[in-house]
């Protein structure tokens, strides 16, 4: 009888992957883009003096409701920070496979952080607040944290449109090249449209609902 040797990397790279837990955690990362704007949006037509055109939807956390804008904060990071965990399986040995995570987990934290140090009242809102915004400590942490937080994102595009590329998806790669540029031009009109940075800072959620499940539903090439 012939007996064959296998090596070991050959048992490791034949060793099923954790699908079934991969795939629990990647719904978190699908989820939680849509679920938070689709909270932010509702309560934005719903309360009383906050306008789109002048505030942003992160005020939504301050007055007697606020509460809900934190728990969608809280709940948001929660759930980006399980899709990482389940992309980081899913792109497990392929280019790209540990940045890209380790940089959506990034962007995960900073909802948290947005959680704990409120926005500054301002714009007229909530209803009532003077128009000018004085910057207190816990605005500047909140400012600094989405800053951190979305600088991470669109470093994440960048590194996850390597293993896009590597699964033969040009044009999601080129997609997910230029979707970052965009983010960023929302952002520098923010002086001048709060409007446009909600916009960047939505498509920003809403690409990595995307990019999550291509990924996750593209076999790599190996």
Do not use: K
Not at 24 to 31: A, C, N, Q
Request: aromatic residues 10%; positive net charge; hydrophobic residues 55%.
């Amino acid at each position: 009888m012939t007996h064959t040797l296998t090596a070991p990397h050959d048992i490791v790279s034949s060793a099923p992957a954790p699908r079934p837990v991969a795939r629990w955690t990647v719904s978190g990362g699908l989820v939680a883009g849509p679920l938070f704007l689709v909270t932010g949006c509702a309560q934005g037509f719903a309360r009383e003096g906050f306008d789109f055109t002048r505030n942003a939807i992160s005020q939504l956390a301050l007055g007697e409701s606020g509460w809900i804008q934190t728990v969608n904060f809280l709940l948001a990071g929660a759930l980006l920070l399980a899709g990482a965990a389940g992309l980081r399986q899913v792109l497990r040995g392929t280019p790209g496979g540990t940045g890209g995570p380790v940089l959506v987990g990034v962007f995960a934290v900073s909802f948290w952080a947005a959680a704990v140090f409120p926005a500054d009242v301002g714009a007229g809102f909530p209803a009532g607040a003077p128009e000018a915004t004085v910057m207190s400590g816990h605005g500047a942490v909140h400012m600094f944290g989405g800053m951190v937080g979305y600088l991470a994102l669109c470093a994440a595009f960048f590194v996850l449109a390597r293993p896009l590329a590597a699964r033969g998806l040009r044009v999601w790669t080129v997609a997910t090249r230029l979707v970052p540029v965009v983010v960023l031009a929302g952002f520098m009109a923010s002086a001048v449209s709060v409007l446009a940075f909600t916009a960047g800072a939505g498509l920003g959620l809403l690409w990595l609902t995307a990019v999550t499940a291509r990924l996750a539903g593209t076999p790599a090439n190996r």
